[in-house]
Every structure is written in C-alpha cells, then in structure tokens.
C-alpha cells in the first residue's frame, strides 16, 4: 500500500467516529417539564412523540427528549426550567401552565410549546391567542371551563344531595379561579359547597379521615399535578369512605373512583408534539396560534356505583363515552 493511500485511510477511519460524534452533538435536544410524575404521562408522551414523528422527528434519531419530573413539587419546577434553560435545549414543552411560566421566567429566547388548562391570555402566557408574540405558543383545552359541569353531573347521580365539596390544592395558583367557578355553580344548583384543602398525601388521607358526620355527598377533585400523581390513592380512600367523586382524567375511573370528566389530553399533546416539530424547522412560535382541544370525555365506573349502592340514571349512562362495567 502507498503511504498516501494509508495515509488518507487512517485519517478517514479517525474522521469518522469524530464526524459521528459531531452529528450526535448538533442532534436538537427538546425539553420536557412537567410538574407531576411520569406514571402519570405515558399516553401523553406517546402521543407527544406521535406529533413529532408527523412532522419527520424521531427520538434517537435526529431529536432527543430530555424529560424532567417534580413529581407533585411545585417549588421544584423553576429550578427545572432553569436547568433546560442552561441545558440550551432547542425548545422547551411545558406540560401545564404552572410549568409553562417557570419556563417563560427562565428564558426570552428558547421556545416554549405549552399544554395549558388555564386560559393562556389570563394566565399572563400569550398576549394573544391569534398571534401570541415572545416566545411561547402551544395548546390549551377546556379543563377550568368543564369542572362546573363535573360538579352538575355529580349533582345529576346525586340529585338529592344539599351539600358537596371540592377538594383543592391551595398551593396550586389555579386554586382561587377553580374555588369561584365552582362556588358559582353550586349557587345556580342551589347546593351548598365545601371547600376541602389539600397539598401532600398525609392531607388527602387526613382530609377524608377527619370528616366524620360532616362528610358532604360527593366530591369534584381539583384538577392539580399533586393529585394526579396518587389518582389511585383518592380512586381507593372514596371507595372506602363510600363517597361519589369526580375527576377529570379517565385513569381516576379505570383505577376504581367513580366517574371522570375532561379533555382528551392525548389528542391535546399530539398537537403539542406537532408544534413543537414545526419549530424545530424554523417556524416562529410568536406566529403559531394557540390550538385548542376539544374532546371531551365522561367516563362512568359502573362496578363502583354499584359498590356504593347508587343507581346511575339511563340518561347520564347514554351520555357517558366509555362504561366500565
């Protein structure tokens, strides 16, 4: 072999892991924060991925996802969003509002897509939903607007009950608009309505056992990342405490509580993931509009009503997308 031909086959044999290397390193790295517990987000995050791969991105292979979890830790979740800010990832997914202004306080330049029960504008995310400005576009669904209609499907099984009760994490900052709205239904239901506090586990549990002979008819649960994190806690403590309850993911009626009610956030996260594909080719998040996720689901545990020796009426049994018998 002549020292040239082996000279030109060492440099390219050390060329090649260096140039491989050099790709892995330019390869898009998309945050994800989320404010709950990754038990909680495997149809999400499958869906989110689906989005991606609609528009050419497929993990591992020309993005990578760095996840970040507060597991139910509010005060945790701007020091996560700091952390993808230095990581300089290309775009920041912010499962929910709370996480989505951590992001915002982060960073003016790196791109944050948004899933957002809250409205966007209201909240202080986008100045509008049209045309958003700054830096953040994403999703948002109709979670604040539908949990009065959780509390008149409770009253609709429950229809001779005068008092139920909410039961709310007054660490989340949703905490006030979810208390008023709910608070204003209940006047138009002439209901009374308790309002049941609670941020860790020990005060779920503590909540349920310190009710005693004041124990309200039913329960609307606040949405909240605290307790989606322990949907099969509150699904067990109202099957043993013999208390109708509601709550907005499907998972709360799969895992044993009575009924949930809410958005389809599967189909809310493929856009998400779609966004944040588009961005990741050079669209500008100030020029994507903020979607909106329509689907809305009742789902209705029939083995727990009958657990709790409640008769569920033909017509809410009609209205109901899935019945798990």
């Known amino acids: ?46 869906e989110f991925v689906r989005g991606l791969n609609d528009v050419g991105y497929i993990e591992g292979h020309n993005v990578a996802i760095e996840y970040r979890w507060a597991n139910g830790h509010y005060d945790r979740i701007p020091e996560l969003a700091a952390y993808l800010v230095r990581r300089r990832c290309a775009v920041i997914v912010a499962s929910t509002a709370i996480s989505a202004l951590a992001a915002k306080a982060a960073t003016t330049s790196i791109p944050i897509v948004f899933s957002a029960a809250s409205d966007p504008v209201q909240f202080g995310l986008v100045a509008n939903l049209n045309r958003p400005g700054g830096n953040l576009t994403g999703v948002t669904n109709l979670a604040g607007e539908v949990g009065p209609k959780r509390l008149e499907i409770l009253h609709d099984l429950v229809p001779t009950a005068t008092t139920l009760a909410l039961l709310a994490n007054p660490a989340n900052p949703n905490f006030g608009a979810t208390s008023e709205h709910l608070e204003n239904a209940s006047r138009e239901l002439g209901l009374q309505l308790q309002i049941l506090r609670a941020s860790t586990e020990h005060e779920i549990d503590r909540v349920f056992s310190s009710m005693g002979g004041q124990r309200p008819a039913g329960f609307v649960i606040g949405p909240d990342a605290v307790f989606n994190t322990r949907i099969r806690q509150l699904a067990a403590l109202t099957l043993r405490h ?57 789902v209705i545990n029939l083995k727990t009503a009958r657990a709790l020796g409640l008769t569920v009426p033909l017509s809410l049994r009609g209205r109901a997308d899935e019945v798990i018998e």
Do not use: W
Not at 12 to 23: D, H, I, K, L, N
Not at 268 to 278: A, K
């Open 242 to 298: 013999r208390i109708p309850a509601i709550y907005q993911y499907r998972e709360f009626a799969e895992a044993g509580g009575l009924m949930s009610y809410g958005v389809n956030f599967v189909e809310g996260y493929r856009l998400v993931g779609s966004y944040t594909g588009r961005i990741l080719k050079g669209e500008k998040p100030a020029e994507l509009p903020v979607q909106r996720a329509t689907k809305v689901e009742l």
């Open 1 to 46: 072999m002549r020292r040239r031909e082996f000279v030109t086959l060492v440099l390219g044999a050390v060329a090649q892991p260096v140039m491989a290397r050099a790709q892995q390193a330019v390869m898009p790295v998309v945050g994800f924060l989320v404010p709950g517990s990754a038990d909680e987000y495997p149809g999400r995050i499958r």
